[in-house]
């Protein structure tokens, strides 16, 4: 009878020490931020065949998902575009082959079935979460070298064995943390010459170019990011600076989704709805919330009741 692992066994079993695989880093930069963005939109209404984390990554990665009702059920497939061009150059039919339900078919788009963009040039997100996983992890890769070379601020030479053994037992000492007593040969100090190896500030540079790194993949996203490269504090214009490049993405990717969910809804008869989810959702209610307010501000401040200074400035007159 085969033993069952201990939980730390099963857990541990799956770590590895990802900074020596490149490959292995990358593909998890992205998948972490695909975990992010996978709940960037809330459908509700949609049929049990579709799930949310499943279409999101067909439109995220591929670019499209094709809507398609098979045997009475509706699915969304990963598909081929194809076919003789429209006016606009644009393709008129899906291909879909899926193993598992045993379908293939060339579809008329708009006739026999519906294409969902997720962006009106049907990229995806992955050309974007590419280039930013690449440099995240050459910049993470960059630390870690960083961090070793910390360890040899300076490069030690000796000119002779004599000098080598005395200098090995005086660096043992310390690593050691003995009393490493008081040197008194003249020798030792003339046989050794230490280089400088290490600066300081790389650390923090590495670290400021991953931070900046990340801040403007999370602004692609639409998500804020709370690093500046200014190194002060910032002022709550500056801060509302970036708010502007949050949204034409995420714009974008709503309306693609909602214009064909409206087609979706009309040729199968289905009541589902889209819009945005999760910190997306809060972020632009926030954005609302305090435009709201600051236009109750500016408000306030103008005069309440122009005719009533109307009539006391004509009564002053009057008076005059």
């Known amino acids: 009878m085969a033993t069952i692992p201990s939980r730390d066994e099963w857990i541990f079993g799956r770590v590895k020490n990802v900074l020596n695989d490149k490959e292995h880093m990358l593909q998890n ?56 061009p429209n006016p606009y150059y644009l393709p008129t039919l899906a291909i879909v082959a899926n193993p598992a ?21 049907y990229q995806g997100l992955m050309p974007m979460f590419n280039k930013y996983a690449s440099l995240l992890t050459e910049a993470e890769i960059s630390l870690k070298y960083a961090i070793i070379n910390a360890r040899v601020p300076a490069l030690i030479q000796a000119d002779n064995d004599s000098t080598y053994e005395s200098a090995m037992k005086f660096f043992d000492k310390v690593v050691e943390g003995k009393e490493y007593g008081i040197i008194s040969s003249k020798e030792f100090f003339d046989g050794i010459r230490a280089q400088d190896y290490y600066k300081q500030s790389y650390i923090k540079d590495v670290i400021e170019s991953i931070q900046y790194i990340k801040g403007s993949w999370f602004n692609e996203v639409g998500l804020k990011s709370a690093f500046n490269m200014k190194r ?45 989810d999760s910190a997306w959702e809060k972020d632009r209610h926030d954005e ?26 004509n009564e002053n007159v009057g008076d005059t």
Request: proline content about 3%; glycine content about 6%; overall charge negative.
């Open 101 to 121: 339900l045993r379908y293939n078919a060339s579809l008329e788009i708009g006739k026999d079935c519906v294409v969902m963009l997720n962006d009106n040039f």
């Open 232 to 276: 002060e504090a910032i002022n709550e214009s500056e801060a509302d600076l970036n708010d502007d490049i949050l949204h034409p993405t995420i714009d974008t990717m709503l309306e693609c989704r909602k214009s064909a969910i409206e087609k979706v809804n009309e040729m199968y008869g289905t009541n589902i709805t889209v819009e945005l």
């Open 29 to 84: 930069n992205i998948l972490q931020m695909l975990n992010r963005t996978t709940r960037m939109f809330r459908y509700k209404n949609l049929p049990e065949t579709i799930l949310p984390k499943d279409l999101e990554t067909q439109l995220q990665v591929g670019g499209f998902a094709v809507w398609k009702e098979v045997d009475g059920k509706l699915y969304t497939f990963t598909a081929g575009l194809g076919g003789e």
């Open 288 to 313: 609302e919330l305090t435009q709201e307010y600051k236009e109750a501000e500016i408000e306030s401040m103008e005069p309440e009741n122009t005719e009533e200074q109307e009539v006391n400035e």
